[in-house]
């Protein structure tokens, strides 16, 4: 049984379909995945086979070659990990606007119950909301996002108020752990015939999705990009080279960063030139790994159990795990800051616009929209880096280049697009629109409160200036006189389609990463 907290039934007792079908949607993997272990539980209870459908949408707004490769390169180890078993899993990349709604109709058709992944934006949200509508079946929604359920019954406005809660309930979440490997529980379900998956997908007018196809797009280089020419997708965005998606490489990066980065991680985070944060953020938002793995595997690498945990209950950040230094500032990070994303975006359907930033705030920036901004950009010049400022410049170009901004550099960014765009709506809609296109971990619910906090969400009144009124204000000089940037910049100095990124070395380099080409 998962936790009631992650689960949402929509249209109980409807639905005599003759399988369980789990729309794997944003929880992208077979391990530590509350929906999966849920889709199987039912399939056992019911006696029926089991379905998983990963499908990759192209009618949205962001959809590129970057973020299409990078779950393209999930698919091919989703597809390894079933292989073996009597689950079928199926990988589909949409090849024309709306065709998966179609699909999905038919498989919501064709289920006995329908589990979908919980996610509270973007398009994830928007076909959860579709599948509820349809009304042809049982919906089961999942929320396997974070070690807090998104759904606390509650909303917390600082990230004081949210490690409260955490300090009184968290045996409750230290129950709440998915099975880390729930495909063997499945082993004695019947597989489901492979002419009906043919026949749904010919009655909804969809082509299944070639290995050929998957295969290609995970040798990147050129025999990605001509496969991936053929979808109406921007292709402005290049993938990402060194960085490969999927559960593989996702679990190199972390066991490279748990090795050998994590005792040095409250010290060397913030520093632009060296790699001291896990870079974990894009495979967590396409769930390739999920927080209650990297918990686990930290508890266990510590020799670490619940017993060792003095909760204060006085909202204190760290000093309560009986944990190193290190590893607590950690799971401040990956528990308190990115759950407060995911709690907030659940509860404030608003979340990505300026009308979600606290009143207070909002307040203060009003008063402050005629002050004389010292630069004005339009959007073009910020995308293109063309600013009067080389570290901001270098951000940018970090972003088109690695799909990632430094985690010290993100904040300057949008701080100085605060500064520099003539309202605060406007740099609002630049920054969401400048990460969600680049960033290989956009259109998350952190993409959205991370930006939000730009402008004030989740912070609180700093000394008035112009411009930022109470908003808390960075400057370029006094992040150059705290850290090192030289290497930094000239890194980053150079058109995206020349440069060298900082980190080239990282674990989950592509090269490192040999697919076997299959018909
Ligand atoms: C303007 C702006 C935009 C942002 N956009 C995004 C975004 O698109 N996607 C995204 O995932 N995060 C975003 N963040 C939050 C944060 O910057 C990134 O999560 C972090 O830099 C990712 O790097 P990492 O994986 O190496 O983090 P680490 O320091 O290794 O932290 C581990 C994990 O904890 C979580 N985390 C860390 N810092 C934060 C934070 N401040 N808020 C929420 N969660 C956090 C992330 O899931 C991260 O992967 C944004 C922040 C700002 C200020």
Not at 7 to 36: E, K, P, T
Not at 137 to 145: A, F, L, M, P
Not at 272 to 299: A, D, K, M, V
Not at 434 to 457: C, E, F, M, Q, S
Request: net charge neutral; glycine share 6%.
């Amino acid at each position: 049984m998962i936790p009631e907290s992650r689960l949402r039934i929509f249209n109980q007792g409807i639905g005599s379909g003759d399988c369980i079908v789990y729309w794997m949607i944003s929880a992208r993997r077979s391990s530590w995945n509350h929906g999966l272990e849920h889709a199987i539980n039912l399939a056992n209870e019911r006696n029926l086979p089991l379905v998983v459908v990963e499908p990759l949408a192209i009618a949205h707004r962001w959809a590129n070659d970057r973020s299409h490769t990078f779950v393209i390169q999930g698919m091919m180890d989703n597809k390894r990990a079933f292989e073996d078993s009597p689950i079928t899993y199926i990988p589909y990349v949409e090849t024309k606007p709306n065709e998966a709604r179609g699909l999905m109709e038919r498989w919501i058709e064709n289920a006995s119950i329908f589990v979908i992944d919980d996610f509270p934006v973007y398009h994830p949200r928007r076909v959860m909301e579709i599948a509820i509508s349809i009304g042809k079946s049982e919906i089961h929604c999942v929320d396997s996002n974070g070690f807090v359920a998104m759904r606390p019954g509650r909303t917390f406005t600082t990230a004081y108020s949210l490690r409260r809660h955490l300090h009184k309930s968290i045996l409750q979440h230290m129950s709440e752990f998915p099975s880390p490997n729930p495909i063997p529980s499945g082993s004695e379900l019947s597989r489901y015939p492979e002419e009906k998956v043919r026949k749904i997908f010919a009655d909804s007018d969809t082509p299944i999705t070639p290995y050929e196809f998957i295969w290609r797009i995970c040798e990147v280089q050129d025999i990605g990009l001509d496969a991936l020419s053929v979808l109406i997708i921007d292709h402005s965005v290049p993938p990402v080279q060194h960085v490969a998606g999927g559960a593989k490489s996702a679990n190199k990066r972390w066991n490279e960063f748990l090795n050998e980065r994590l005792m040095s991680y409250s010290e060397n985070r913030n520093q632009p030139e060296l790699n001291g944060s896990s870079g974990l953020s894009p495979y967590l938002h396409f769930g390739h790994i999920s927080t209650h793995q990297i918990l686990s595997e930290i508890f266990e690498t510590f020799k670490w159990d619940i017993s060792q945990i003095t909760p204060p209950n006085d909202g204190r950040r760290a000093g309560w795990w009986g944990l190193p230094k290190d590893v607590e500032s950690f799971l401040d990070q990956v528990i308190t800051w990115r759950d407060l994303g995911f709690i907030h975006c659940a509860t404030v359907k608003n979340h990505h616009k300026f009308e979600s930033i606290p009143e207070w705030a909002q307040q203060t920036l009003k008063l402050h929209e005629n002050d004389e901004r010292p630069y004005l950009y339009s959007f073009e010049e910020f995308e293109n880096a063309e600013t009067h400022d080389e570290l901001w410049n270098a951000a940018q170009r970090q972003l088109r280049t690695d799909g990632m901004i430094h985690n010290y550099l993100r904040m300057l960014w949008g701080k100085k697009i605060l500064e520099w765009t003539p309202t605060p709506e406007i740099a609002m809609e630049y920054m969401v629109a400048l990460n969600d296109k680049w960033a290989l971990d956009g259109r998350d619910p952190n993409t959205y409160t991370g930006i939000g906090w730009v402008l004030g969400k989740f912070d609180r009144g700093w000394t008035e200036r112009p411009v930022y009124g109470k908003i808390r204000c960075m400057t370029t000089d006094s992040t150059k006189r705290k850290y090192r940037t030289k290497k930094y910049i000239e890194t980053y100095s150079v058109s995206p389609s020349k440069q060298q990124t900082l980190f080239s070395n990282v674990a989950a380099n592509h090269s490192n990463i040999h697919y076997e080409r299959r018909n």
